[in-house]
């Protein structure tokens, strides 16, 4: 069975760092990328940006939605079997539930194939407050 | 890059049928076969029930399917359920090989 279980919920202060993580199992980890997802409180789902576990050298570096590039960083160490979404100064707009999202095509490229995410995290709910 | 366009609410009754759709540019629907449906009940994660435009995934009731015209793509929900009261979300890929969201439509079951 696939599962993403993502890492509780976070209250932080502005300023402060912060990295959530999105475990996975049941399938093999580093053929399918992993994408990150914000929802605030509220509203829509925005693509934060993705990256594919199964290589880490430059031509598989995470790719980012615009408003996402500089923000945030996305990263995966396969030998758990983990993707994280970090920060390394949390603003209050931050505030959100972040879900993690497995690609459902398997694919070594990101510009080739299918485009959809076929299994979900739970989500994790960031919460940035003086 | 702005969200794709959807309305913000549709309504039915249970057993009728509606239609949620989602408005794109040439650069993201009109340009792939790349839109997906998801359904969204509160508090919830998203779930995938459609793929690549008209395929659903494996477990995922037949009442719901996808089309395409143009830019604009579409989710239609046959024999209304109760349960199929959630948000749906379309998404798309584009041409600077990032997804994009429609905004999000309120499904209301009266």
């Known amino acids: 069975e696939v599962q993403l279980v993502q890492s509780g919920a976070e209250v932080k202060k502005p300023g402060e760092s912060l990295k959530i993580s999105c475990k996975c199992s049941g399938y093999s980890f580093s053929n399918y990328w992993i994408g990150w997802v914000r929802q605030m409180p509220g509203k829509g789902l925005e693509w934060m940006g993705i990256i594919y576990p199964g290589d880490s050298s430059s031509k598989y570096s995470p790719s980012y939605g615009p408003s996402f590039q500089g923000q945030v960083t996305i990263s995966a160490d396969k030998s758990i079997n983990t993707a994280y979404l970090q920060w390394s100064s949390l603003k209050a707009s931050d505030t959100a539930t972040y879900y993690c999202?497995?690609?459902?095509?398997?694919?070594?490229?990101?510009?080739?194939?299918?485009?959809?995410?076929?299994?979900w995290g739970q989500g994790t709910l960031v919460t940035v407050s003086s | 890059q702005s969200a794709l366009t959807q309305p913000a609410s549709v309504s039915g009754s249970p057993g009728q049928s509606i239609t949620i759709s989602c408005t794109g540019t040439g650069s993201d629907i009109g340009g792939y076969n790349y839109v997906s449906w998801y359904q969204q009940h509160p508090g919830k994660a998203p779930k995938l029930i459609i793929y690549e435009v008209i395929n659903r995934p494996s477990g995922v009731s037949n009442r719901f399917s996808g089309s395409r015209s143009g830019n604009t793509a579409s989710l239609t929900i046959s024999g209304l359920q109760a349960e199929d009261e959630a948000y749906y979300y379309c998404?798309?890929?584009?041409?600077?090989?990032?997804?994009?969201f429609g905004g999000g439509t309120k499904l209301t079951v009266l």
């Open positions: 999202a497995r690609r459902g095509f398997r694919s070594t490229s990101w510009r080739q194939g299918s485009y959809y995410f076929d299994f």
């Open positions: 998404c798309s890929y584009t041409t600077s090989s990032t997804l994009i």
